[in-house]
């Protein structure tokens, strides 16, 4: 997904928004970041490990190698944007909000 692919679901939930709902939104099919390099390489004219190396260094302290934003899909409602959810959980009672 492209950054202004990105940016227009962030804008599009944002008018969706009524009241404290928090939206999913589907970033499409994982890429590594491997591949993501190869293709741009290639789309500069140049041919990967043989005019530009790519070196993998590992994770640093703090990173992540995958992002669990949601377990329960089940409790997602899709908006009008295919690529839009409504995540629909049991909100927190009063007495959570003095933890």
């Known amino acids: 997904m492209t950054i202004p692919e ?20 589907d970033m499409g099919k994982p ?7 190869e293709n741009i390489i290639k789309l500069s004219g140049l041919v990967p490990y ?14 992540k190698l995958y992002e669990e934003l949601l ?10 944007n295919k690529m839009i959810f ?4 049991t909100p927190f009672t009063h007495m959570c909000r003095n933890i």
């Not at 043989?50 to 990173?63: A, F, K, S, T």
């Not at 377990?71 to 009008?80: H, P, S, V």
């Open 6 to 25: 990105a940016s227009q679901l962030v804008m599009q939930a944002g008018i969706m928004a009524r009241s404290g709902e928090l939206f999913v939104l």
């Open 50 to 63: 043989q005019d530009i190396d790519i070196v993998e260094i590992g994770l640093r302290p703090g990173e």
């Open 71 to 80: 377990i329960k899909d089940e409790n997602l409602t899709q908006t009008l």
């Open 31 to 37: 890429l590594k970041i491997v591949e993501l390099a």
């Open 86 to 89: 409504i995540e629909k959980d």
